[in-house]
DNA sequence: AAATGTGAAAACATTCACAGCT
DNA sequence: AGCTGTGAATGTTTTCACATTT
């Protein structure tokens, strides 16, 4: 998932891995929960359950962090929240930009998650016209014009992207160029950014496609031979496949796509972007 | 159980690894933009720089699928196209339903992707009786009342929960109830589900504060001195390491010894959601 | 000559199982 | 007695490097 793959040891062995980066985000929820209910001190049994993970891979991950737990006990809820937002870097407030403010835009502007927990909407960034001035969120929207002024006011060094895919590469490029070091790219596009940068990405209709490979698996055991196509080619020459042998219900509006088997590279839909 | 037993090689066996599965959907799209430029074939190098892996990595993935390419020349674009949609299971339509339709699930209604590649959004349910009837996307809004009926009428076997929080488990449940056997989770809470069912998840401020993270690491590396240096005490640390970014700091809550729980609430916040 | 496909090695991640602390 | 912290074992993913094929 990460992308950008810059990290090295240099000294100490100073790095946590990075599939317990990933997990302390869950851990910290968990235990903010907790903490809300004032629940003193929890066991590794228990927090892992919260966390939807297994009790042997969390105390693992803690110990990448420290010893802060306490053996017979547990762990104390408020000392761990701020251990780990500590170290996820959440005791600072991060300003941060959403450029492209589109449906998900606002949405993610809207986004309660954001402005807790050490994030800030510093400003919204749109390229339309009509959007500039109008308020989302209680943000104004600003021109896409000012974006360098802006990140460099706010010494912002977060941005998001949830411009269409075609806009992205060239508003990261002015996001690095301006001084942000870290992405979150909603466009469904790879970004090529410079050494240094992160960029991290959301991607709504890979997630459903990871979905789709699962549940035709399902289907296919309970039902197996329904396969589609079992003629395997052994390495035949490759035919300009006639594709999609549609054999479901009708498409939505207009979503078929000409299948001339002769040539063409006929339009295997665009991969569409956010709004 | 059953499964397993391959006659042949070459073919593809059971068993894709859970990471070549999560890049297919890369591969799918850069080859579809590939496709519509009607570049003919494309080799392991050019095709893993535009889906933003290395070569060696995408070689040994194709190689779960099969030996769909040419020694010498490179892969059929338009074959692999298909080959990789069939193995996602994108040559079928999947209907999808989206429970929660705040902001964030009207943006993802307006999701071009949704509608291409596969997925259609067969219906959208809001549990707000002044939403339904209204139209989003094209799609009238219908009442949580109905969701057992449409899921069925639908054949749905996809759900995508864009509720808040607190609404999550529930719909989940309901939704597996109903028949649904993979979920895409946009709210952020951890679903327990029964064994079968896939879920998913989506979770935002996890993306950002895996970012803050590195983001940090990055500042300290620049600026050390006040870093986070683990072996060391926890107490007191000056925050504000970072080089840009001096704005507003959190909470930073006592935190020294892990003892007494008898404060506690910094005003943190819940984990908000969506919507 | 060029580029795939793949064993084998290396790196990384998870799980086990228990010694050691409270 | 209970629970953490961690080496060792196991499993998964990535990378290497080259024989094989066109």
Redesign the interface.
Known sequence: M??GRT?RP?T?S?GIPEAT??R???Y???L??L??R?V??VSSEELAA???VNSAKLRKDFSY??S?G?RGVG?????????I????????????VIVGI???G???A???????????VAALIDADPALTGRTVAGIAVQHTDELEKIIDD?????GVIATPAGAAQQVCERLVAA?V????NFA?T?L?VPD?V?V?K?????????????????AS?ENPGAG??GS?P??EE????A???????A??AG?ERPASPDQG???????????
């Open positions: 990460a992308t990290h240099a100490r100073r980066v990933a302390l985000p869950l910290l929820r968990a903010t929960a903490s809300e004032s003193p001190t919260a966390a939807g962090l420290g802060y306490t762990y104390d809820v408020e000392y761990l929240v701020y251990q937002s500590r170290e996820l870097g959440l005791t600072q407030d991060w300003p941060v589109g449906n998900l606002a949405a993610l809207n986004y309660g998650g954001f402005a807790s927990r050490g994030f800030r706010n010494g912002v060094s977060i001084g070091t870290s992405i979150l469904p790879v090529s240094g992160d991290r959301v991607d709504l209709s890979i997630e459903l496609q990871i979905l789709a490979f699962h549940e035709q698996r399902k055991e589609i196509d395997l052994a390495a490759p035919p300009v496949v594709k999609r042998a549609a054999r479901n219900q498409p939505a979503a590279p006929d339009g295997d839909v665009p991969a569409v972007m956010p709004a």
